[in-house]
C-alpha cells in the first residue's frame, strides 16, 4: 500500500489555514479501512489527529482541532483531504497521512504504529 502526502511543508500565521491532502494507490483497494493523519510534536509522541472511512464517511477527530479541522474523502480516488482552519502554535508538528481501521485512531498509542500503512512526513509550522 502507497500513500503519497501533499500540502503543508511550508509555515502559516496563528489563524491561518492549510489543506493536506493524502492518496492511496488505487492498486490496493482499501474500502474497508480509514484514511487519516496523525501528528507528532517536536519532543512529544505521535498523536492521533483525524481519520475518515472511505465506505461510509465516518470520522474521528481528536479533541483539540474539533471545530477547527475538517477531514472529507473522495472515495473513488481513496484520497482524503484535511482542511485545518484557526491554526495555532500548538499545531506544530510533523503530520503523518496513514491508513487503517478507523478504530485505530480512537485508541491509537504509539506502540500501535504497525497496524497502519504511512506515507511521508510533512512539516507543518505556525508561527507569526
Known amino acids: 500500500v502507497q500513500l503519497q502526502a501533499s500540502g503543508g511543508g511550508g509555515q502559516v500565521q496563528p489563524g491561518g489555514s492549510l489543506r493536506l491532502s493524502c492518496a492511496v494507490s488505487q492498486s490496493t483497494p482499501i474500502d474497508h479501512y480509514a484514511i487519516g493523519w496523525f501528528r507528532q510534536a517536536p519532543g512529544k509522541e505521535r498523536e492521533a489527529v483525524s481519520g475518515?472511512?472511505?465506505?461510509?464517511?465516518?470520522?474521528y477527530y481528536t479533541d483539540s482541532v474539533k471545530g477547527r479541522f475538517t477531514i472529507s474523502r473522495d472515495r473513488a480516488k481513496q484520497t482524503a483531504y484535511l482542511q485545518m482552519n484557526n491554526l495555532s502554535p500548538e499545531d506544530t508538528a510533523v503530520y503523518f497521512c496513514a491508513t487503517g481501521f478507523l478504530g485505530g485512531w480512537k485508541n491509537y498509542s504509539p506502540k500501535d504504529n504497525n497496524n497502519f500503512y504511512w506515507g511521508q512526513g510533512t512539516l507543518v509550522t505556525v508561527s507569526s
Open positions: 475518515i472511512m472511505v465506505s461510509d464517511g465516518r470520522t
